[in-house]
């Protein structure tokens, strides 16, 4: 996590990396060139932008552990169900069935599917009682995802008060927690990074380069 301001990485990250590259592949990509239509995709981004959003907006109770499913359901309960009242039940199943399914595996856990095809009605939040089976529509999913956030969650962040006061802590948390990683890694690297024959080691990296990757407060990995 290298944007130190959190406008700055909402700006970027999600209206920008997030939601426009989504949109890119929902439009370039057409839902019956292939069954697979890049659907698997589509949901592993937004089911990660759900979840992050989740751990900025949280307020765990007293004693509560807080953890990804966590910070999936809270965003899913109260900003997803704003848009339709049965993401309280994919809160539920989308970070352990989906989610993590789709990132661990690049398959659902259980029976979930996930398509482009076919319309909202039939394919998006619907359960088929006859085969048990959850169907998933990305199309849509990113539809309600970005409504929820443009509509209600951004909104939000940018007030003053204990809810935008509470996100710029979440997010302190985060980088900290990620720089700790990105600290131990390097330690644990360090050699093996400084022996690797780089095609581009000695190069001086461009704007272009340097844009993508910001500083992070530490040396880059890398020079």
Known sequence: ????????????????????????IKDKIPRDNHPGNASYLMTSALCSGIEF??????????????NGSFAFEHYCKNYLKNIDSRYEAFGIIGRELIRNGIAHSF???????????GDRDDTHLVRYADKKLVIINPDFLYEDFKKSYLEYAKPRLAETGDLRNRAETNYQRLKDKYNEEIDRIEQATKNKLDDWPWLYKDLVANEITMEIVEENGTEPMVS
Do not use: A, C, H, W
């Not at 996590?1 to 890119?24: A, E, P, R």
């Not at 989740?54 to 552990?65: A, D, K, M, N, T």
């Open 53 to 66: 959003l989740g751990f900025l907006l949280r307020q765990p109770q007293e004693g509560q552990e807080v």
């Open 107 to 117: 398959v659902t856990k259980g029976k979930v599917g996930i398509t482009r095809r």
């Open 1 to 24: 996590m290298q944007i130190n301001i959190l406008d700055s990485f909402l700006d970027k990250y999600i209206d920008g990396y997030l939601l426009s590259d989504i949109k890119t």
